[in-house]
C-alpha cells in the first residue's frame, strides 16, 4: 500500500511548528489514491439487425440482477424498457437509458452510450464481478472487467488520537474507512483546548485497525500548537513557523490591502504613546526591537533600540513598545523592527494620525485578533454616551393610597442601567478598512480606564465612504460587560 498522511494538505512528517487556529478547520486526512486497483467496467456491443429477427418471448437484458426489457414501440420505451430498432446506434442510446432506471446500476455506475456501444464504469474501486444474462446472445456482446482492489483498509476504521504536548492521552476521533481516503476535521476538538491568548501544544497520532482486526501506525502529526483565532481578510489558515532561532511571526494579519512593498499592506494606526507588540516564535522570548521615527517621505528622523522580553509559556509572546511622544509628534509612520542575533525581521509599520491635536480625548479599543495576537484602534472622533434605563415595578396596595403623604402607586423594584458609549474615528482610506472586519469578529473586546481593563461588547459597527474621495470613517457603539454600578 502507498498511504500518505496529511495535515492541512502537508505531509505528516512537515506538518509541524504550526500555529494552528481554534475557528479555522484543521484537517487530518489519510489518504491511499496511489494504491493499485481497477475499476469494474461493462461493455454492451449492439451487434445486427434483431428488430427483424423472429422471436417468441420479449428480448431481455439482466446485469447483476437487474433486468431490462426491449419493445417494439418507441413509445413503450419508459423505465426499464429498451426500443429495439435496426440503428445499432439508436438501440444502444436506448439500452443506456433504461439502464439508468435501474437504481443500483444508476447508483454504483457511470453509464454511458457511444456508437452501438454502452459502458458501465464504476464510480468507485473495489472488488465486484460481473453476472450477465441475455436471451439475445446473437446480438449483444458483452465484454467484462472485473473490479479489484489491494486497498487492505477498506472495512476497517482509522483513529486519530490527541495527545497533548507531553504525549499524554486526551481523546480519540475515529471513522470507517471508504474507498481510497478519509479526512478528520479536528478543529472542534483541538479548540476545547484553547486558551485565549496562550497557545497549546498538542501531537495527533494516526491509525488504523483493518478489516482482519490488525492494527498498524499510518503516521503522526507533532511538535504544533492551537491558539484562537479565526478566518478574515482572506488570512492564512495557519503560521508555518521552523525550529529555526530566527524565525518570527507578528501575531496580526496585515496581509490584505495595496502591496506598498516596504511594509505591512493593511494601514495600522497610533495615536497614543504605547504599542502592544504580540509575535510567534517556538524559542525565544526576548528579542531585541528597532523604533524608526519616520517622515511622510520614509526618512529616519531617529531610531531607539529597545529589549524586551516575555516570561510566558508557550509560542505566543506579549510585550508593550513605550513611544517617545517628542518622537512621536514629529513622525508620520512608526516602523517596529525585530532583530534576533543581529538579523532583522519583516517589520510593523503604524501610520501616526494627525493632527496631532485631533482630540482632547481619545479612546483605545483593545481585542483579541484572527491571529491571537492583541490589536488596538485610537478613536479620535467625536465620543457620545447614553444611558437606557430598564424599571420594574411593583403596585402598592390600594388602601394605602390615602394614608400615604406621597401620591404613589408604582413603586420602582429593580432598575437595570445599560451604559452605552458611540466613538467616531479619524479619516483613513481603504486599506485601514480590514481591521474592522477583524474586530467585529473578536471574541474578546475591551478598554482601559484608570489602569483597570473593562471587557465590552460591541453593539454596532459601520464603516463608511465619507463624502471625499476614497476616504472613509469607523464608528462603533459598545456597552460594558458589567453593570457600572457594580
Not at 154 to 159: A, E, L, R, Y
Not at 289 to 310: G, N
Amino acid at each position: 500500500m502507498a498511504i500518505t498522511v496529511k495535515y492541512n494538505n502537508i505531509p505528516s512528517d512537515s506538518a509541524n511548528y504550526f500555529v494552528c487556529f481554534s475557528d479555522v478547520p484543521n484537517l487530518v486526512e489519510v489518504d491511499n489514491s496511489a494504491d493499485g486497483f481497477v475499476l469494474a467496467m461493462l461493455e454492451i456491443e449492439v451487434i445486427g439487425f434483431w428488430a427483424s429477427a423472429s422471436h417468441t418471448d420479449p428480448w431481455y437484458i439482466t446485469i447483476n440482477g437487474e433486468t431490462i426489457t426491449g419493445v417494439d414501440d418507441y413509445k413503450n420505451a419508459i423505465n426499464k424498457n429498451f426500443f429495439i430498432s435496426n440503428d445499432g446506434n439508436s438501440t444502444a442510446a436506448s439500452i443506456a437509458k433504461a439502464l439508468r432506471n435501474c437504481p443500483s446500476l444508476a447508483t454504483s455506475f457511470t453509464i454511458r452510450n457511444y456508437g452501438d456501444k454502452v459502458e458501465l464504469l464504476a464510480r468507485n474501486k473495489g472488488a465486484f464481478t460481473w453476472n450477465t444474462e441475455t436471451n439475445a446472445p446473437l446480438f449483444i456482446n458483452f465484454t467484462k472487467t472485473n473490479g479489484t482492489v489491494s486497498d487492505e483498509l477498506i472495512g476497517g476504521k482509522v483513529s486519530v488520537n490527541v495527545l497533548d504536548g507531553s504525549d499524554n492521552f486526551i481523546t480519540s476521533v475515529e471513522k470507517n474507512y471508504y474507498q481510497s481516503g478519509i479526512a478528520f476535521d479536528m478543529t472542534p476538538v483541538l479548540s476545547s483546548l484553547v486558551k485565549p491568548g496562550k497557545t497549546t501544544p498538542f501531537n495527533l497520532q494516526v491509525s488504523a485497525t483493518k478489516n482482519n482486526g490488525t492494527y498498524m501506525e499510518l503516521g503522526e502529526v507533532t511538535g504544533n500548537t492551537i491558539t484562537q483565532g479565526y478566518m478574515v481578510n482572506q488570512g492564512f489558515k495557519y503560521l508555518p513557523l521552523n525550529s529555526s532561532m530566527h524565525n518570527l511571526t507578528f501575531a496580526q494579519n496585515v496581509s490584505r490591502g495595496t502591496e506598498k512593498g516596504w511594509y505591512n499592506n493593511t494601514n495600522l494606526y497610533v495615536y497614543g504613546n504605547t504599542i502592544p507588540l504580540c509575535w510567534y516564535h517556538a524559542n525565544r522570548t526576548t528579542l531585541t526591537v528597532v523604533v524608526d521615527y519616520l517622515t511622510s517621505s520614509l526618512s529616519v528622523i531617529t531610531s531607539t533600540t529597545v529589549e524586551v522580553s516575555d516570561a510566558s509559556n508557550g509560542w505566543l509572546h506579549n510585550t508593550t513598545i513605550q513611544l517617545s511622544q517628542e518622537h512621536k509628534n514629529a513622525a508620520h509612520y512608526i516602523r517596529l523592527t525585530p532583530r534576533i542575533n543581529g538579523i532583522s525581521m519583516t517589520p510593523l509599520v503604524y501610520n501616526v494620525i494627525k493632527p496631532l491635536k485631533a482630540a482632547e480625548y481619545y479612546q483605545r479599543v483593545y481585542w483579541r485578533n484572527s491571529y491571537g495576537g492583541i490589536s488596538f484602534f485610537d478613536f479620535t472622533g467625536s465620543k457620545s454616551e447614553s444611558r437606557e434605563v430598564e424599571t420594574i415595578t411593583y403596585d402598592k396596595n390600594v388602601y394605602e393610597y390615602y394614608t400615604q403623604y406621597v401620591n404613589e402607586k408604582a413603586i420602582p423594584y429593580d432598575t437595570d442601567v445599560k451604559y452605552s458609549v458611540t466613538l467616531k474615528s479619524h479619516l483613513f482610506d481603504k486599506d485601514g478598512t480590514y481591521l474592522f472586519n477583524d474586530l467585529i469578529q473578536s471574541p474578546e473586546v475591551w478598554i482601559e480606564t484608570n489602569g483597570e481593563e473593562y471587557r465590552v461588547i460591541i453593539d454596532t459597527l459601520s464603516v463608511d465612504e465619507d463624502n471625499m474621495n476614497n476616504l472613509y470613517t469607523a464608528t462603533i457603539k459598545y456597552h460594558l460587560s458589567a453593570n457600572p454600578t457594580l
